[in-house]
């Protein structure tokens, strides 16, 4: 069946450093991928995505590409800020595109 | 444009009670989700509507849980009655198709049952 894979957390990182949150997946065919957000006491927030191999989803200085070849989706930024302190979230939407599921989530926390 | 809403944000109720959680989502968006996220682990989908019919409620514990969404517009989801392993966020999410492609969270119901 689809599943999601993300690195285990808490990331903890200092204020401009950079970051990589590791995300793989298991989906037959060509699913559409995404990041979602958490920032403490709010919702989920979508923060980039990409449907098709080789896409590049970029949002708010963050990036991640859709790797067909090793099944990835990496989330990076070149310098992290405490307001990104938060949990992230790897999910995926397969192409009868009922509804996403999801990665265990990734807290990251950011210290100035 | 206003967002996904969701009442109660918080509820504690014992086991063996019931109950329910409300729900309306953006206007105009025929597709409404709801998830439920334990803590530590990711959303999982409990129950998906398209306007007020069920496309998806495989994983409803349906002895317990029950959901509707009349005249396809606002939903409410119940548990009666409820179980320890019941405490968790209860997410709401609406999108314009049915292909889930954007979906939009409330702000959800953190349930806790003692």
């Known amino acids: 069946g689809n599943s999601v894979t993300q690195m285990e957390g808490p990331v903890t990182l200092s204020e401009e450093a950079f970051l990589t949150i590791n995300c793989t997946y298991t989906a037959t065919g060509y699913p559409s991928l995404f990041w979602y957000v958490q920032y403490p006491g709010e919702g989920l927030q979508l923060l980039l995505k990409a449907t098709k191999a080789d896409d590049k989803g970029s949002n708010k200085g963050f990036e991640a590409t859709y790797r067909k070849e090793t099944t990835s989706f990496h989330l990076e930024k070149g310098s992290v800020q405490v307001s990104d302190s938060a949990v992230y979230f790897c999910?995926?939407?397969?192409?009868?595109?009922?509804?996403?599921?999801f990665g265990k989530g990734t807290t990251l926390s950011v210290s100035s | 444009e206003a967002g996904v809403a969701q009442s109660p944000r918080y509820k504690i109720i014992e086991k063996r009670q019931s109950v329910a959680f409300w729900c309306n989502p953006i206007?105009?968006?025929?597709?409404l989700y709801w998830y439920q996220q334990i803590l530590g682990q990711g959303p999982k989908l409990l129950i998906q509507?398209?306007?007020?019919?069920?496309?998806?409620d495989s994983q409803l514990p349906k002895d317990r849980f029950s959901a509707e969404r009349l005249k396809g517009v606002d939903s409410t989801l119940k548990i009666q009655p409820a179980k320890l392993e019941d405490s968790a966020v209860y997410l709401c999410?609406?999108?314009?198709?049915?292909?889930?492609?954007?979906?939009?969270f409330g702000p959800g119901t953190r349930l806790t049952v003692t």
């Open positions: 206007s105009g968006h025929a597709t």
């Open positions: 999410a609406s999108s314009i198709t049915n292909q889930g492609r954007e979906q939009y």
């Open positions: 509507f398209q306007n007020n019919g069920v496309v998806d």
């Open positions: 999910a995926l939407i397969n192409q009868a595109g009922t509804a996403l599921i």
